[in-house]
Every structure is written in structure tokens, then in C-alpha cells.
């Protein structure tokens, strides 16, 4: 799974959108602290990796090669 977080460091600056793979929301957050030493996790959300996976069918990817070809 992948997860995307925000974190508040040491310094109190706010770093956004971190995305590590992780087996679940514990993990990415200690894989995360251990880059970001004494940070406070702010958000930690699961990422859904194949949403876009659907929108690409078959006639638009015929689509796109036939726009391509005619330029």
C-alpha cells in the first residue's frame, strides 16, 4: 500500500505530501519518523494506486495513438 503524509519536524516546519509504501499506517509513519527525527505525524492517508488504472480502456488508448499518428 502507499500513503501519503504530512509531518510537523523538530524545527516546527510542515512538510506535505511524503508518499512512502508501507503495509499499513503504522509502518508508514515510523519508515517516516526515521527520516524525520522527533517529527509529529499531521496526516497519514492511504493512497488508492489503481484508480487511475480504470480510466485507460482499450478505445482511448486507440484514441490517443490515432490523434498522434495524424500530427
Known amino acids: 500500500m502507499k500513503f501519503k503524509?504530512?509531518?510537523k519536524t523538530k524545527d516546527g516546519l510542515l512538510v506535505e505530501?511524503?508518499?512512502v509504501h508501507a503495509r499499513d499506517k503504522q509502518h508508514a509513519e515510523e519508515k517516516i519518523e526515521k527520516v524525520y527525527l522527533n517529527c509529529e505525524v499531521i496526516k497519514c492517508e492511504e493512497i488508492n494506486?489503481?484508480?487511475n488504472e480504470?480510466?485507460?480502456s482499450i478505445e482511448s488508448?486507440?484514441?490517443l495513438i490515432s490523434?498522434?499518428?495524424e500530427n
Open 5 to 7: 503524509l504530512a509531518v
Open 17 to 19: 505530501n511524503l508518499a
Open 49 to 51: 494506486t489503481h484508480a
Open 54 to 56: 480504470d480510466d485507460a
Open 61 to 63: 488508448i486507440i484514441s
Open 67 to 69: 490523434k498522434n499518428d
